[in-house]
């Protein structure tokens, strides 16, 4: 984790799902700060706000909305990129027994 510098563009691969929810938990958002993963939450977010579904109970306009969609799975062998930052350390270090980080 040391070797990096803030700004470095990093490639983390998962080697071994983990079990424990919170280790998933993490992972996943960390593999939310890819590009491609930000950019599909931000076009799901856009659509559930236009697409709203509202109807009327109790003569009060109501609106449901539908539930984000999950853009990321931790399993094996998934990967991604992401600029690395002093926030994320301690994040990457909780879950570095399953990743394998490298420089992009």
């Known amino acids: 984790m040391s070797s990096f510098t803030p700004g470095q ?3 983390c691969t998962i080697t ?13 958002r960390l593999m939310r700060q ?3 993963n930000n950019r599909g939450l931000r076009v799901g977010q856009r659509r559930r ?4 579904n509202p109807y009327i109970r109790g003569n009060r306009l109501w609106v449901a909305r539908v539930k984000a969609s ?6 094996n062998d998934e990967s991604w990129s992401m600029t690395y930052t002093p926030l994320l350390a ?3 270090a909780s ?10």
Request: zero cysteines; hydrophobic letters at 50%.
């Open 70 to 75: 999950k853009v990321v799975r931790v399993t």
């Open 9 to 11: 563009q990093i490639v």
């Open 95 to 104: 879950v570095e027994s399953y990743l394998d980080i490298r420089p992009a």
């Open 49 to 52: 706000r236009k697409a709203n």
């Open 34 to 36: 890819d590009a491609d």
């Open 90 to 92: 301690a994040d990457l």
């Open 16 to 28: 071994k799902a983990p079990r424990a929810a919170a280790a998933q938990k993490t992972i996943a």
